[in-house]
């Protein structure tokens, strides 16, 4: 119970009995002003009567009980009685006490008595009798019984407005507590809301201001926890003059990617070597070198800005990386071509003495690829860059792709095979479990897997095709209708974990689809959850909050996958109402002997408990790593080592 309704309980009962005490009170003094005036009236009546009995002739009987009649006719009387001296009636008029319309439980508790007066009759000096008189009670029984009614009338409406006013009053006072309230709940999630309104109460008041400021001091100590955790983040994945990822990070991404689900859908790995800067950094200086550097940085990342999968990485002080998974011969070609133009314009290699320092060599790997081979090819080919001298790039293919001709189909094949596919809905589904800390079902996320040239193929080969042919939308939609259509069918509760591209789900024509579809299947939505890539928080945050609280709306949940590739999106996690987030694989990748993402991991789990959020690892492969990453505080996980793939 709550101490509003305590409060009003407790004094519309202490109302109640201060009214009903106010009531009985008047009623009380009715009752004994009535019994007064009984014996008043009695008193009265008896002495003016007995004067007009006194002028009578001695013997006159009749005229005296026509003045007792005129008298008791009037009907306020129980009995007039006429004596002699003797003790003979000589008139007697008498009325029972008949009460109509009032209770039993009434009279009993308000019971009056009628007083007999007695005058005597004297006639000059000589007494001629006695003179009895009696009240009728009917009357004064009615009186007190409208005085009753009208009283409790009136103490029930006063009653009912006092109940009203108070229930008012304590609503306006107490509402400082339920604002304290949501404050404090919203402290809990991590939310440090301030209350601008103070009450006029003192006490209150000044409980406000002290919450405000411990809301105040928490936001700032955990700020300043979020951006140290981002910063270290940062320093450790991050080249420090570039920004962009270093070489321990770079080859953990693209480990992590040739090893997925679908690794023989290969990649391109470019290798971009620099000449000539010990040279530059004599001539020129320091400050020269490194703003070449970064130019060269900005340079890629903005080449590669049409490939949202492209991991581009600094390998040393004068070489970089960059990698396209999935990425066919001629694809890699284009894009190749495209890096070494961008770069060749820069004014350095323009020069005289930078026009023999930029050499690019790049590998496609066909088919089921490892890093270090690729790494080595790429070496090669650019060892014979150098023996040529002038600026220049190449384009190697490696790998065997009997059994996997789909990699060298062309764009406008892609195009018009997935076209297709993704309008007949031809897909095939998957769904791998993921499992609590202790071991306990989580949902089953799905994964969609097409037939091409006769091959089931995983979205590791086809995905990247998707996003830059911009079929996100038509792809999405194909796998929520197919995984709908299935969850309609089946006769169990199991909870489904969907991804969708970050960019449908911003989508102006997909999100409307999505969320008539959910509102249109309610029992399915109830057991979904919606998954996108953490990119989403850098590439499309305006309105993304208010979308994903219409989607969960419906009774799904949301989930962030591949948490922590970016920095500075922990910050981001306050706006949004996530159930899950997923470690990105190449966290968990070695985490038993990297105490840089141990750091990490834990601090994650830390700020995502402290948001009710479910902190779960994706890619476990082995219990080494299982058991690091429970110890860490991770609350669940997937991976082979958990569970494979099974079709639906």
Not at 61 to 88: H, K, L, S
Not at 301 to 324: K, Y
Not at 425 to 441: M, N, S, T, V
Not at 525 to 534: A, V
Request: charged share 20%; glycine share 6%.
């Amino acid at each position: 119970m709550t101490l509003l309704q305590q409060l009003v309980i407790s004094l519309t009962a202490l109302l109640f009995i201060l009214f009903g005490l106010s009531l009985f009170t008047t009623v009380n003094d009715a009752r004994n002003y009535l019994q007064a005036q009984l014996e008043s009236h009695a008193q009265d009546t008896a002495t003016s009567l007995g004067v007009a009995i006194a002028s009578t002739e001695t013997g006159d009987t009749a005229t005296i009980d026509a003045m007792v009649d005129a008298v008791f006719d009037r009907g306020y009387y129980q009995n007039i009685r006429f004596e002699d001296m003797a003790g003979n009636v000589r008139v007697n008029s008498e009325h029972p006490v008949t009460v109509e319309g009032i209770p039993d439980w009434f009279l009993a508790l308000t019971a009056l008595n009628a007083p007999e007066v007695a005058t005597e009759v004297n006639r000059g000096w000589v007494p001629a009798g006695k003179l009895y008189v009696t009240s009728h009670l009917g009357f004064a029984y009615q009186n007190l019984w409208q005085k009753a009614c009208n009283g409790a009338i009136l103490f029930a409406f006063a009653l009912l407005l006092a109940i009203i006013g108070l229930n008012i009053l304590l609503r306006i006072v107490l509402k400082p507590l339920k604002l304290l309230e949501n404050q404090a709940n919203a402290i809990c999630q991590r939310r440090f809301v301030v209350q601008r309104e103070l009450p006029v109460t003192k006490d209150l008041r000044q409980m406000v201001i002290a919450m405000n400021r411990m809301a105040g001091k928490l936001q700032k100590l955990f700020n300043e926890k979020v951006i140290l955790t981002e910063e270290l983040r940062h320093q450790s994945v991050k080249d420090a003059l570039t920004g962009i990822l270093n070489n321990r990070a770079f080859e953990g991404q693209v480990i992590s990617s040739l090893k997925n689900e679908g690794k023989d859908a290969g990649g391109s790995l470019m290798l971009i070597d620099i000449g000539g800067l010990d040279a530059l950094h004599r001539n020129k200086g320091h400050k020269t070198v490194d703003e070449l550097l970064i130019d060269i940085a900005k340079r890629l990342s903005e080449t590669v800005e049409p490939w949202p999968d492209a991991i581009i990485g600094r390998r040393s002080l004068s070489q970089f990386s960059v990698f396209l998974p999935s990425c066919g011969i001629e694809e890699n070609r284009r894009f190749a071509e495209g890096c070494f133009r961008a770069l060749a314009s820069l004014p350095y290699f323009v020069s005289t003495k930078g026009q023999e320092q930029l050499h690019l060599a790049s590998v496609t790997g066909m088919g089921e690829s490892h890093f270090e081979a690729l790494v080595r090819a790429s070496g090669e080919l650019l060892k014979n860059l150098h023996l040529q001298g002038h600026n220049s790039w190449q384009v190697e293919e490696v790998g065997d792709t009997k059994g996997h001709m789909y990699l060298s189909w062309s764009q406008v094949q892609w195009q018009d095979v997935l076209k297709g596919v993704f309008k007949r809905e031809q897909i095939d589904l998957f769904a791998q479990k993921g499992f609590d800390a202790d071991g306990r079902p989580l949902f089953r996320e799905v994964l969609a897997r097409l037939h091409l040239d006769n091959e089931l193929v995983s979205a590791q080969a086809f995905l990247p095709m998707v996003e830059r042919f911009e079929l996100h939308t038509a792809f999405d939609q194909a796998v929520v209708n197919c995984l709908v259509r299935y969850m309609k069918q089946s006769q169990n509760d199991e909870v489904f974990c969907v991804n969708l591209s970050p960019r449908s789900i911003m989508d102006n024509t997909f999100y409307p689809w999505l969320l008539d579809c959910l509102k249109s299947n309610t029992a399915v939505s109830q057991r979904l959850i919606l998954e996108t890539s953490e990119r989403i928080l850098h590439e499309s945050v305006s309105g993304l909050a208010e979308r994903i609280t219409a989607l969960t709306a419906n009774g799904c949940e949301f989930s962030l996958d591949h948490f922590g590739v970016t920095t500075q999106s922990l910050s981001d996690l306050d706006l949004l109402n996530i159930r899950y987030i997923k470690i990105d694989n190449s966290f968990v990748r070695g985490i038993t002997d990297n105490q840089g993402n141990q750091f990490y991991i834990r601090t994650l789990a830390m700020l995502a408990g402290s948001r009710d959020i479910t902190l779960l690892a994706q890619g476990v492969e082995n219990q080494a790593e299982w058991e690091k990453l429970t110890e860490l505080g991770v609350s669940g996980g997937q991976g082979y080592f958990l569970a494979r793939p099974e079709q639906l």
